[in-house]
């Protein structure tokens, strides 16, 4: 079985599903108070976490520089102290922070920030150099995205990045930075089996990138924990905000009518004896050899259930064909 994938036109390779970051950087804000983290972390459990993460496989590892405004990359950094040469690393730039009051301040998509942002990234992590860089700006014009490509070039050229991606759920926008930059590897974007981006994944299988997808169990929706909760998440947690950008909750309340469309599912995701998180997981190993997922994790335990896919594999063929017919 197959557990390992390349990463785009770059080359690396990496495990078939990788651990997401954003959780173990712990709450942080808005300007206005809104909440932008996943609520409270024990920093040594997020170290453990990362270390079962290793233990079963997983060698990517997605980070931002404003997940707990730059906390993230620390504790990753410090998790991965010594192990550095067995892993990739992916972080993302274009916010800006502060990191003593855990605060956002807005966003900057010049080339003098992506430079000196890029100097904090590699602080927090520990290390001379990063393996996959990424724009973190959803909508930024394409025109603003290509100005920044020949500053990604020069940083691979001096051995400060290896690949470079964008974060973005747009196909032309992602397309057109693609053509742009021969290190262009990657494209991160929404991606499970809640919402298929289909004509994404179109354009990253043409232009030979990596899909990086993100929000792959739908912000914990296709775990089934949240099922017929009446408490919402705490007020630290960014699914009680509920962004426009994250329909699976409405106030930290699991949406009705999404999670019937989970149920509707289940039965195929788990029909071979995967829990239905792993089950999720299969599907998009299934749906591309494209996809690395990027599942978030802040115990060991959903370390385990989550990392277990790779051993499991991708999701079989009649199910896949049962999955499309209900979809």
Known sequence: MTTTRVLGRSGIEVSAIGMGCWAIGGPFFGGDGEPYGWGEVDDDESVRTVHQALDLGV???????????????????????????????????????????????????????????????????????????????????????????????????????????????????AEAFAKAGTHCAAIQHDQSVLNDNADMIAVCEAQDLASLARGPLAMGLLTGKYHGRTTATAADDVRTLSPEWLPWFDKGIASPEWTRRVDQLRAALTADGRTLAQGA???????????????????????MENFATLAKGPLPADAMAEIDRLR
């Not at 190993?285 to 959903?302: D, K, Y």
């Open 59 to 173: 060698t990517l590892f997605d980070t931002s520089s404003n997940y707990g405004a730059g906390h993230s990359e620390r504790i990753l950094g410090r998790a991965l102290a010594g192990r550095r040469d067995q892993v990739v690393i992916a972080s993302k730039w274009g916010h800006t922070f502060d990191e003593s009051r855990r605060l956002m301040l807005g966003t900057d998509s010049s080339p003098d920030y992506l430079v000196r942002c890029l100097d904090g990234v590699l602080d927090r992590l520990r290390t001379d150099y990063l393996d996959l860089y990424q724009l973190h700006l959803n909508d930024l014009p394409v025109d603003d995205a290509l100005a920044l490509v020949d500053t990604l070039e020069d940083l691979v050229t001096k051995g400060k990045i290896r690949a470079y991606g964008w974060s973005t759920d747009h196909p032309a926008k």
């Open 281 to 303: 997981l299969g599907w998009l190993m299934a749906r591309s050899p494209a996809i690395v997922s990027i599942p978030g994790a802040r115990t060991p335990a959903q370390a």
